[in-house]
């Protein structure tokens, strides 16, 4: 799992909730830092976990970049705002889902177990 927020409270959490049910999470505080992370093409990602809204590039535009090089990664976008402001007239990013926040531990882990199916 790459999990990017920008928050670190929520993080945390997220990280926590996903590494006691057995994934492995790669953290990252930003979609830079996210963007980053993937040019190691050895690094194995099966799910991005993202903010949607964050300063510097949003969520949906760092997972676009990412998919041109990793096309088959499933998507967990994650907000506080109502899931319209994330498509904001832009296509559906492939195999993506929203999660509105606030989300409970089970609620996260049981959306990332059912997307990687």
């Not at 945390?12 to 830079?32: D, H, I, M, P, Q």
């Not at 050895?42 to 990412?66: H, K, Q, R, S």
């Given at each position: 799992?790459?999990?990017?927020?920008?928050?670190?409270?929520?993080?945390?959490?997220?990280?926590?909730?996903?590494?006691?049910?057995?994934?492995?999470?790669?953290?990252?505080?930003?979609?830079?830092?996210?963007?980053?992370?993937?040019?190691?093409?050895t690094?194995?990602?099966?799910?991005?976990?993202?903010?949607?809204?964050?300063?510097?590039?949003?969520g949906?535009?760092?997972?676009?970049?990412?998919?041109?090089?990793r096309?088959?990664?499933?998507?967990?976008?994650?907000?506080?705002?109502?899931?319209?402001v994330?498509?904001?007239?832009?296509?559906p990013?492939p195999?993506?889902?929203?999660?509105?926040?606030?989300?409970?531990?089970?609620?996260?882990?049981?959306?990332?177990?059912?997307?990687?199916?």
């Amino acid at each position: 799992v790459l999990l990017v927020e920008d928050e670190a409270p929520v993080r945390a959490f997220a990280s926590r909730a996903l590494k006691l049910r057995g994934f492995t999470v790669f953290e990252a505080e930003n979609a830079e830092d996210a963007l980053s992370l993937l040019e190691d093409e050895t690094l194995m990602i099966d799910i991005f976990v993202t903010d949607v809204i964050m300063p510097g590039m949003d969520g949906p535009t760092w997972v676009a970049e990412a998919l041109k090089a990793r096309p088959d990664t499933a998507v967990v976008f994650v907000s506080g705002y109502a899931e319209d402001v994330f498509h904001d007239g832009r296509p559906p990013v492939p195999n993506s889902i929203f999660l509105p926040k606030p989300f409970s531990l089970s609620e996260l882990t049981a959306t990332v177990q059912n997307q990687l199916r």
